[in-house]
């Protein structure tokens, strides 16, 4: 009997992003020294071509291919096209810096790509072995990408402290996987589901399973008290390299919360909202309370993704189809955000000088009024200030958390998110209100300013129009 053919329009993504990753890997081999933008386009080319096969490939019902391991549903359409869209923006902003310092090689984008291919493995994944697999390609491409910089000692430092603790995270992660394994036969989502709803509590091992999950999560999301490698990573790594990591990530590790906890452990909810609830508290007080200490522009950055963690944490123990669809409008919302603020610190820095420090920002207004309002926009956002649509990211997720009674929780967040917009509102008194330490206008690319425009510009429109973005949130829930 001949093997049926499997069916791959559901991995129609995945597949250009392979062949785009493979494509530049062997054209670089035989580009000279002076044509390797060559490479930029390609990635850039390829992953417009990869919007537009996830809205060939997706639609409709959900699909389940290759034996249960990998499903396509509207929560990994909108999760998919939202990562090829934050990546072409990061390698848009990326492209001068890396220019200006010998460094735009064709291993950037490859491993960049591969990375993303994993992030993309991950938001399909319906088995716990396809999110491990996912999950180590997206950790190996990020460890080599924060030491790109070669000649940078603190890059090479943080790449391993990122090595070690990811590690531990993933190991974490897999020894939990194994005991869910163990109690109840199964690594398959649905089958888990299953088991979890027969069982409950009475099987111990299925608990001490849930807590190393949980813990593993919190690894990759950077969540307090497991958020130690977060700001010696954001500070050591190049920049551009901190616009990838700190953004697109941020959605597989959401979908990878959301397959694991609410599709295979949807029935042990009692249990692990308690301790998302832990999580969400400490990653918002630490997050935003050390934020304000600091005085280089990427940490402060690296604590407040953790405090973002969060409020994405609060959507999620919510436990219901509102929080759930909040949470993931808070991630989406989140990505760009991100990547916008740290694409500035990227087109502001030249040869010689890298926008780290708060002080580096002094004066933008004179240098370039316009990258200043769009950084204005991006820092208004991120501390919830309407009409941005972080404010509206906020609300949402406060909201689904006091549906549920928990209104003692939302107060904390109102509390923090308060303390939170004091460091993001000194940015912009620094842009705005301080003399520039130089009076050196800022250069860059024309197509790095279209970027920057719609991105910023983006924070606007979606604050004051949210339906449609919060509708497909919905439906990815319904």
């Not at 589901?193 to 990759?220: H, P, Y």
């Amino acid at each position: 009997m001949p093997l049926a053919t499997p069916n791959l329009i559901p991995i129609l993504p995945e597949l250009v992003i392979l062949i785009l990753a493979s494509t530049i890997l062997v054209v670089d081999l035989y580009l000279k020294e002076g044509q390797k933008g060559i490479n930029h386009t390609l990635a850039i080319i390829g992953l417009i071509i990869a919007i537009a096969a996830v809205g060939l490939a997706g639609g409709g019902e959900r699909q389940v291919a290759f034996d249960g391991s990998f499903v396509r549903d509207a929560m990994s359409d909108a999760l998919k096209a939202l990562t090829f869209l934050v990546t072409l923006l990061t390698f848009v902003y990326a492209k001068d810096w890396l220019r200006d310092r010998d460094m735009l090689a064709g291993e950037f984008y490859v491993l960049a790509l591969f990375a993303v291919l994993g992030m993309l493995i991950m938001i399909s994944a319906n088995s716990l072995l396809t999110v491990y697999l996912g999950l180590e390609l997206l950790a190996l491409c990020l460890y080599a990408l924060v030491a790109f910089d070669r000649d940078s000692k603190a890059g090479a430092e943080a790449a391993m402290k990122y090595f070690v603790l990811g590690a531990l995270g993933s190991g974490m992660l897999l020894y939990g996987a194994s005991m869910i394994y163990g109690a109840t036969g199964s690594i398959e989502l649905g089958a888990i589901a299953k088991s979890v709803a027969a069982q409950g509590l009475e099987n111990s091992v299925l608990v001490f399973g849930l807590v190393f999950l949980v813990v593993g999560i919190g690894f990759k999301f950077g969540a307090v008290p497991f958020h130690m490698w977060v700001p010696d990573i954001y500070q050591g790594a190049p920049t551009p390299v901190v616009a990838f990591l700190g953004s697109v990530p941020k959605l597989a590790a959401f979908a990878l919360a959301v397959r694991l906890l609410m599709e295979a452990l949807g029935g042990l909810h009692a249990d692990w909202q308690g301790m998302l609830v832990i999580l969400a508290v400490l990653s918002m007080g630490l997050g935003n309370l050390v934020a304000i200490a600091q005085t280089n522009i990427k940490r402060m950055l690296a604590y407040s993704t953790i405090s973002h963690v969060g409020f994405i944490f609060l959507g999620l123990l919510a436990g219901t189809d509102q929080g759930y669809a909040s949470a993931m409008f808070y991630a989406m919302v989140y990505a760009p955000t991100a990547a916008g603020a740290f694409g500035i610190l990227a087109l502001v820095s030249r040869k010689g000088l890298d926008a780290e420090h708060i002080d580096d920002l002094k004066g933008l207004n004179e240098r370039d009024a316009w990258y200043a309002a769009m950084m204005a926009l991006l820092m208004f956002s991120m501390a919830g200030v309407p009409p941005t649509v972080g404010f509206m990211a906020k609300l949402l997720v406060l909201e689904a958390v006091v549906r549920v009674d928990l209104v003692w929780l939302a107060l904390v967040a109102v509390f923090f998110s308060i303390i939170g917009a004091f460091y993001y509102l000194r940015v912009v008194k620094v842009m705005y209100f301080d003399k520039p330490a130089s009076d050196a206008p800022v250069v860059t690319s024309g197509g790095a300013r279209v970027a920057m425009s719609v991105n910023g510009l983006a924070m606007l429109v979606l604050g004051l129009f949210p339906a449609s973005l919060l509708a497909l949130c919905q439906a990815a829930f319904a």
